[in-house]
Antibody
Framework: EAQLLESGGGLVQTGGSLRLPCAAS????????MSWVRQAPGKGLEWVSA????????YYADSVRGRFTISRDNSKDTLYLQMNSLRDEDTAVYYC???????????????WGQGTMVTVSS | DIQMTQSPSSLSASVGDRVTITCRAS??????LAWFQQKPGKAPKSLIY???SLQSGVPSKFSGSGSGTDFTLTISSLQPEDFATYYC?????????FGGGTKVEIK
């Protein structure tokens, strides 16, 4: 069974940085694209970023482009989200999600992690 | 960006009711439309992809239809475990976008 486990969330000051890992298991991680989706408290879902299976293609929402970096280590079956210059509005639960395809083309999500909470506050 | 508009934003229904949720895209997205269910404090669960295909393990009481700009999610006979918030998502182009959600509550 495919599983995703996020970690690394916590309280960080405005302007600070945080890196979120997402450990994958139960599937061939290197064959699938991956993504991050976030949800602010009491709000809906917002797509953040995606990466192809090889890591060669990356995509970002305008709200995070230039501040967040998605990456992956296929030798460790782990996805990352490096978040810099954090703002109060980045406060959210961050989910990693598996894409059903490895190409990096726009896709939906077939497996989700349980999420990790990031709180940005001055 | 493609805007996804769900209606209604919330609804009250009884166990056994047939429920329909609508999702409209601001431009044509072919059938690149997915539906998710989310319960409080939990991660979203994938229900439907390609507008009408059920994810593995999803019961057949859920069905999806539509193409182009107008889509629907139908729950044929609402059960207590179906009370949740439902989201649509387009994957025709980046950025990927979600509808605002429809909260299904117990009447």
């Amino acid at each position: 069974e495919a599983q995703l486990l996020e970690s690394g969330g916590g309280l960080v000051q405005t302007g600070g940085s945080l890196r979120l890992p997402c450990a994958a298991s139960g599937f061939t991680f290197s064959s699938y694209g991956m993504s991050w989706v976030r949800q602010a408290p009491g709000k809906g879902l917002e797509w953040v970023s995606a990466i192809s299976a090889s890591g060669g293609s990356t995509y970002y929402a305008d709200s995070v482009r230039g501040r967040f970096t998605i990456s992956r280590d296929n030798s460790k079956d782990t996805l990352y989200l490096q978040m810099n210059s954090l703002r109060d509005e980045d406060t959210a639960v961050y989910y990693c999600a598996k894409l059903p395809d490895g190409s990096g083309r726009p896709e939906t999500f077939d497996v989700w992690g349980q999420g990790t909470m990031v709180t940005v506050s001055s | 960006d493609i805007q996804m508009t769900q209606s209604p934003s919330s609804l009250s229904a009884s166990v056994g009711d047939r429920v329909t949720i609508t999702c409209r895209a601001s431009q044509g997205i072919s059938n690149y439309l997915a539906w998710f269910q989310q319960k409080p404090g939990k991660a979203p669960k994938s229900l439907i992809y390609a507008a009408s295909s059920l994810q593995s393990g999803v019961p057949s009481k859920f069905s999806g239809s539509g193409s182009g700009t107008d889509f629907t999610l139908t729950i044929s006979s609402l059960q207590p475990e179906d009370f949740a918030t439902y989201y649509c998502q387009q994957y025709n182009t980046y950025p990927l976008t979600f509808g605002g959600g429809t909260k299904v509550e117990i009447k």
